[in-house]
């Protein structure tokens, strides 16, 4: 069985958009698995909602996954 590679709360770039600071950065919020494709809904900067494909995304920075620093 394939395990998630981001999990809830890292900061992700889609690899084919050229990221600014202000645009092309996200948080993912969910993850699903359909048959053996992984997607992962994530908040962007311009704050709408996407379905990104596994292979899609950079992983910026883990996050905290609820825990505190």
């Known amino acids: 069985m394939k395990k998630f590679r ?3 709360g890292d900061l992700v770039r889609e690899k ?7 645009s092309g950065y996200g948080v993912v919020t969910m993850s ?3 048959g053996k494709m992984i997607k992962y809904r ?8 996407y379905w990104i494909k596994e ?3 950079y992983l910026i920075a883990r996050g905290q996954s609820g825990h505190t620093s």
Request: charged share 35%; aromatic share 12%.
């Open 6 to 8: 981001f999990r809830i």
């Open 16 to 22: 084919q958009y050229t990221a600014t600071e202000e």
């Open 32 to 34: 699903l698995k359909v």
């Open 42 to 49: 994530c908040i962007w900067s311009d704050e709408k909602e």
């Open 55 to 57: 292979n899609n995304l």
